[in-house]
């Protein structure tokens, strides 16, 4: 291939391209398009290893643009390297309806986008998480089949956002040389300067986590070539910081924070095009630069076949890794274990049990990567049978993330993105604060993560208020596609786990106590009941009085209560409802019948918020209302009114005041 | 005074007190105190400057326990050096129902607890909150009243979450040269070793972002003292990473990670005294070792008095400034602004009309200090007579804390607790899942923060789902002893900023537009109708057959249908409700009469998730019940049925469904 075209058109075509998308669009960031322009192409030109006719190519290059503000840089490159669904109709509805180049690069919309990305320090986290899935992969199936480089573009943003340093720190101390951060280091934030916030030294903070760092011209073709060329030979993941300037080419808006956010406007647009030398009207790209741009795209053909040849060689189980199938061999031990369970009536925490679950899963599921933020101890998520994952060992099938909850739940992004991996990891229910901007990416990217989020109530005791959840189930709940599950025991927790496995499009949280649980399922069934979000796990619906709702640790409070109703001769029914959304799934006529027509009573040692979706305002709602306090469990039981007496009294009350009326 | 007592005998009391104590609650966290024993002791014996009997003293050196499960070496320190509230029976009492010293420890339970902490990270971003409060106090009212360090002691925990990054790189770019935090370099975290997820060199790290850096043996007290006393004549934060031993005195045990988090056991208990040679029973200090901690509790006695009596010769405005006090003078312009408000009907976003609130606050409120997670203009935040604050002018009121919403959040808890200052500052209501762990705080420790949270809906157009709140709202909500307002116009901004402002218990978060909403409030009332959290707005509620309830941007819709109706002949009325939480707290009688007896619709661009609160089962909801996508406002608003037709269409079929029956 003759190169006649220069780099300089190469960038420009990008620069064009963005600027007139976010013009028509009248709105948008052109500002880190032009910017970064240079070092994108020679990134894509030189080194990027993909096919834009089979972007899943698992063996790709990764490209994650973490500054996903500068979108129409993404969009521009996989229309320029010919990537068939991003067509130049998809550039000219940029940020409009039904379009798939949303003002944001979202996963799903289409191939080429690896991860959503816009909420700063996300995608450097979650190409963490890419980052790990190719050694994990690479020690799986061989350097054959797996072996790529993962580059990341940052912005200021990024860096300054508390989880790129959980990243950083989890990628050093991983030694994960593979991986490629292009930082664009242009001096400017959407407020002005960044001297109006920071004074780091970016290179020697990311030196002190172990990471290779230089500095470069970020619009130098020859140093943008050499500092990739080098980072490829590192032993440790590298920072390249690229000085540049924002909006290059704007002829007065470069180098200015009002390039950041907003379309340039005709006039600077027009003085762009002239001093580009780029005579040609918006979204035309001469034919000669899209032919290179487009041969650029084909560049890696030989390399795809010879992998794809590679590939008809290998053997089943490997392929088997490489997709996102979950064998079925799981089902039927699983299925056993239930069974024991409603035999042996184990006593014990929902997080003990869901390290019994997780002791029979994880040797029947090598997709299956466990974790947690260092509390493998008390979020029971570490088995016999794992097998940490270190710098030297990537064959291991556990990670210990550190006390990094956020990081943790990016990577975890970045892992279950990775070809076919089903990432958990675990922290305490009320330190999910700490990590909720991934798990709503999870939610939007339809990430199917799964959450162990253990000591779910006030239940854990003395530790206080800090660490007792209050708002957090609710607050799990109000977010979409994300099923939050607190079984009550150890079936319910064997049927969440099989749930949370199975719904690959939705993160699952798995809300688990610290302390020990009544159980309530006393006979076995094949079918998995929590599937329906709620049931009726005791007592007659059509004949009762009042119905007892509980979830997780509360529902043996229900179940004692209505032992005593029973008593007096009060006729009740005892619903389980261990997932709201997907009981809030079911056919109308189901909710009903298993909701009862007597009086309500809701019991969960949380927030009463979201829970009048099921009690009406004559009904009684027996939990939290406030925040916790440190003292034993059962004395923090007691003191805020979550016990039997408690249930029985206030029914008794409120039979009573009925009949009055 | 003489100096009977050895360091070791000192420092032992500390290690003693704290395990017996941990013992006798047979849970807690035994071995950071024991490991930060000889730290602390220096610090306390040699420099913190404190009056146990006047533990708010303005000029006192603050000590933040970030690593705040080794909450007993606070209550050690606080006993021992005479704190009369932290007697030896609340000691004894250690995690107990009722007791002050709880399992962390929780700012309001006793004096000399500066701060909330236990969630990792919190205490070291919040003392940063301090440090600033400090700087910005000392500009105010000088050297003589207002010049103080403030230390931290933080754990592997706190340096590893992302919110310490946002912390020391904003202390480091503020060159905040009074804060000093010793590091407990223990190697020791709850799953084992250090080197199981991190690599880190934290001098690197921390004098990458500017920070001065030192490594010293934390049981030698010479050492220890050289290091704070170095520390104390940098020009900038300094870092003393303190090698220490967890848990060390214990035979066994010490330098473990199974010391970290549970009792030692009685075995070992009674090892360590032999150990440490301290044969007296448990909670027992022999009368020399505490009179001179009683004596080191006293050191500061003259420096007190000197600074009492020139606090008495200060002028009124600097006795002011160190209050908690908010002057009366600015309610008039408020009602004025108005008035203004309802007679001009301005068609702005909630955010530019909370900025021209701003603009008459900001002078009249010298305690208020603005700020934004830059977005400054964005959120509207800073007004024409701010005044920035930088490392070389404290004497500004409007911090550019950066691209760090986690950061901000805790040190304007910081701030909130230092003296007077009412903190508030800016970020996209969607991203206030980056800053939850400090806002819940906020919230606990009953701080009237305020969250200027815009770009509150799909609203905010084309930048997509993953700028665009859906469940926050709910998610905020739900949060015990927080406001989350959303007004609807001019008026009702300025009367929930008056709200906000003088709830000083609370923190309140104001959900503002991107989009210009309608003008709801159509006269001048000097009431604060905000103030009840809901209010019919339009229509009589007596008569009326539908309740259109809605909040922001959304009550011109209601407004809107409600006309409709009219022309249709049914009769409604309008109810907005900026504040669920101040409704709720109404009178029954009051909440039913305006909400009416008639069919009720719910209008919120956001998550139905707790609207059943308000609505029943067959009443009307319209809202989003999925993310958001990437489009115009108004095309978003169109597509997802958040309209005036479809409130009507929807009411009409509702209706009609009704006469059938």
Redesign the interface.
Known sequence: MTMTISHNALANAIRILSLDAVEK?A??HPGMPMGMADVATVLFKDFLRFNPTDADWPNRDRFVLSA??GSMLLYSLLYLTGHPECTLDQIRSF?????LT???P?YGHMPGIET?????GQGLATAVGLAVGERLMNARVGDDLINHFTYVIAS??DL???????AI??A??LRLHKLIVLFDDNDI???GRTS??????????F????WKAMRIDGHDPAQIQDAISQAQTHDRPTLIACKTTIAKGAPTKAGTSSSHGSPLGAAEVEATRKALNWPNPPFEIPADILAEWRAIGQRHQQTYQQWQDRYQQVTPEQITKLKKAISADWHQPLNALKEKFANEQPKQATRQLSQTVLETLVPQLPNLVGG?A?????NNTKTKTHH?VTAEDFSGNYV????????MAAAMNGLSLYCGFIPYGGTFL??S??L??AL??S??MQQGVIYVLTHDSIGL???????QP??HL??L?????VNVFRPADGVEVAECWQLALEQRQTPSVLALSRQAITPARLSHTSENLCAKGGYVVRGNASASQVTLIATGSELGIALDAHQQLEAQGIQSHVVSLPCWRLFDQQPKEYRQQVLGKGLRVGIEAA?A??W??YL??DDIFIGM???G????AS??YE?FGITVDQVIKKINEKLLEKEKK
């Not at 300054?160 to 959980?166: A, D």
């Not at 260092?374 to 008390?378: A, Q, R």
């Open positions: 669009a709105s948008g996903g503000h940020r409009q309806w039904g379009s949303a003002g944001h979202e959503t990305t816009g909420p700063l200021d943003g300054m956002e508390g989880v790129s340093q959980e720190s989890l050093g101390h934030t959407i407020d109006l916030s920071t004074s780091d030294d970016a290179l020697q903070r030196q002190a986590s172990g947690s260092d509390l493998s101890g008390s940490a210990n993330y550190g006390i990094r909850e956020h990081g009320v330190f604060d700490y909720r901007p709503r990416l939610a939007l005791g003395e530790d206080g208020p800090t660490h209050i708002e609710a607050s709940r109000a977010i979409p596609n927030s918020f979201g009048s979706s009406r305002s209302n406030g925040f306090a440190s003292a034993p004395v923090l003191q």
